[in-house]
């Protein structure tokens, strides 16, 4: 049942993401909409992934995106100026989402799967996808590096 | 007509990518761009949790959630840091408005 009350709430959040007019609003709208994802993960018996989803995305990067509104922050996020992007844009997402649920409308839903331990988890991480762990910790590493030599300006430094 | 908790999540999973796509196409700011790419991979990942009930005992797709957030943290890190950058040589932070590679002067 909560997990229906949480579904309804992402939904509605995602909906005022799109029709805020300000920025800094629309983000606070996207940590509802994270928080309540977290908590369907929960539901499906997903906590570990749930837990990293709070920490990292309703932490680490609403963190990153509010810093950034503020120091961008100068004219406030108006739509688009022209009706004629708007409309296309509508219609364009709505035909998307028609297609979506018509692919879904064919898939059998089935049961809720047996849950996953964090040992296990930590564990599998470890050995099965090592090499991804691996991979994923040098990219962390490389895209943060980057993104410090891309905001910071190296000739006034 | 009675839905369970896997098809309500594909549903909202679809729904919130169609809005991050039309948040992308509507807004005329760097930040909400970013925010939309947000919502569209955290739909990707609402498509896998309820995937993954199709197949019990599997939990290739809680691994595979836990890469795509690796992933999503280093584009928001090396986007918000290109924001900055493009904000500080322009002076703006509207899309349209940086259209050098565009217009010849």
Redesign the interface.
């Known amino acids: 049942m909560i997990t229906y009350v949480l579904i309804v709430v992402a939904a509605i959040s995602g909906v005022s993401i799109l029709l805020m007019k300000d920025v800094f609003h629309a983000a606070l709208s996207l940590i509802i909409c994270l928080l309540s994802i977290a908590g369907i993960f929960v539901s499906f018996n997903a906590e570990f992934v749930a837990v990293v989803q709070i920490l990292v995305y309703a932490g680490g990067v609403l963190l990153l995106i509010i810093f950034g509104i503020m120091l961008t922050r100068r004219d406030s996020a108006t739509f688009s100026s022209s009706s004629v992007h708007l409309y296309t844009s509508a219609i364009i997402g709505l035909l998307l989402l028609c297609v979506f649920v018509y692919a879904i409308g064919n898939i059998e839903p089935a049961e809720y799967p047996s849950t996953l331990s964090p040992e296990a988890l930590g564990r599998d991480l470890l050995t099965t996808y090592l090499v991804e762990f691996e991979v994923a910790g040098a990219l962390l590493l490389i895209s943060l590096i980057g993104a410090i030599v891309a905001a910071t300006n190296l000739k006034k430094a | 007509m009675s839905i369970?908790?896997?098809?309500?999540?594909?549903?909202?999973g679809?729904?919130?990518?169609?809005?991050?796509?039309?948040?992308i196409?509507?807004?005329?700011?760097?930040?909400?761009i970013?925010?939309g790419i947000?919502?569209m991979l955290?739909a990707a990942?609402?498509n896998l949790?309820?995937f993954?009930?199709?197949?019990?005992?599997?939990?290739d797709a809680?691994?595979l959630?836990?890469?795509i957030?690796?992933?999503?943290?280093?584009?928001?890190?090396?986007g918000?840091?290109?924001?900055?950058?493009v904000?500080?040589f322009y002076q703006?932070?509207?899309p349209?408005e940086i259209t050098d590679l565009k217009e010849r002067n």
């Open positions: 369970n908790t896997t098809e309500a999540t594909l549903y909202l679809a729904f919130l990518f169609c809005i991050g796509f039309m948040i196409l509507t807004r005329r700011n760097l930040i909400m970013l925010i947000e919502l955290n990942n609402l949790i309820a993954n009930t199709l197949k019990p005992g599997s939990f809680q691994f959630m836990l890469f957030i690796v992933v999503a943290v280093c584009e928001a890190a090396v918000i840091a290109l924001v900055l950058r904000y500080h703006t932070s509207v349209d």
